[in-house]
């Protein structure tokens, strides 16, 4: 996807992926910008550790709590900073900046590939950790009526519901499973990802028939168990990809500094993900 964008605006760049054990995330993230690389995307478990290893955080990071882009930037001669893809020659003074671009892809893609008005919405959100705290605190923000937090360790989603109860209070944030029929069932569990893994829910406790729609963050396998029942019940549905497009595509206007060419991209992430 960011080789197909870079080769389609013209830049002589190339985009690598990198196994890093969070242990040395630091030196990584440090060796990277000594080495001038322009910027980094960072995964799980990265998002949450790297917030307090970059030198400054955007807005973004800040009010998420989760970093999963950085832009590597130089101070020029007039004493201001601008991303190192900006300069031809390496400056002697960088700094790491760290931005997300997972929140805003969240919504645009239940937006884009559900038809889904968030405003007023009833939503289950299975999962609390890192993909799924930015997911609720976003859809907090867009002024959803009522969010059900589902995770394995039931302290965390009550952490996150308490924090949604704080920073958006006319939302209504409760740990467990709804009671009537929902918007949307949003999994940001990593449940689905193998071929034999069940359906992410506990479906003693809720089902799929009074959902409208699904959407499951996985995107390989392009369809999960969830998705498949999901199919199966009459609900609307979507995978991943287009949350992975969307922030892909805001990492490389970050980087670049120019508009992303997000249909080559989504051609070139169907390609890979669909066959």
Not at 11 to 30: C, G, K, N, Q, T
Not at 141 to 165: C, D, Y
Request: include cysteine.
């Amino acid at each position: 996807m960011q080789n197909a964008g870079l080769a389609a605006l013209g830049m002589d760049w190339r985009y690598l992926a990198f196994e890093v054990h969070p242990d040395h995330l630091l030196s990584a993230i440090r060796g990277a910008q000594a080495m001038s690389f322009i910027g980094l995307n960072l995964t799980v478990p990265h998002k949450l550790l790297a917030v307090r290893m970059v030198d400054v955080l955007d807005a973004s990071a800040e009010r998420w709590g989760a970093v999963n882009t950085i832009v590597f930037e130089g101070r020029d001669e007039s004493g201001g900073w601008r991303p190192l893809g900006q300069f031809t020659q390496a400056p002697h003074k960088t700094r790491s900046h760290g931005f997300n671009t997972d929140a805003d892809a969240i919504t645009r893609a239940l937006r884009e590939d559900l038809g889904l008005e968030l405003s007023g919405a009833r939503i289950l959100l299975l999962g609390a950790g890192g993909a799924g705290r930015t997911a609720a605190l976003k859809l907090a923000s867009e002024g959803v009526s009522e969010l059900f937090l589902v995770n394995r360790t039931q302290s965390k989603a009550g952490a996150v519901a308490r924090e949604i109860r704080a920073k958006s209070p006319s939302v209504s944030a409760v740990v467990g499973y709804p009671a009537g029929e929902v918007d949307l069932v949003l999994n940001a569990t990593s449940v689905g990802l193998n071929a034999d893994d069940p359906v992410p829910f506990d479906e003693r406790q809720f089902s799929l028939r009074r959902a409208a729609s699904v959407y499951d963050m996985i995107y390989r396998p392009a369809e999960t168990a969830l998705l498949k029942a999901a199919k199966a019940a009459g609900c609307r549905t979507a995978n991943g990809l287009g949350m992975l497009l969307y922030q892909g595509a805001k990492a490389l206007e970050l980087w670049t500094g120019q508009n992303a060419p997000v249909e080559v991209m989504r051609r070139a992430l169907e390609e890979n993900v669909y066959g």
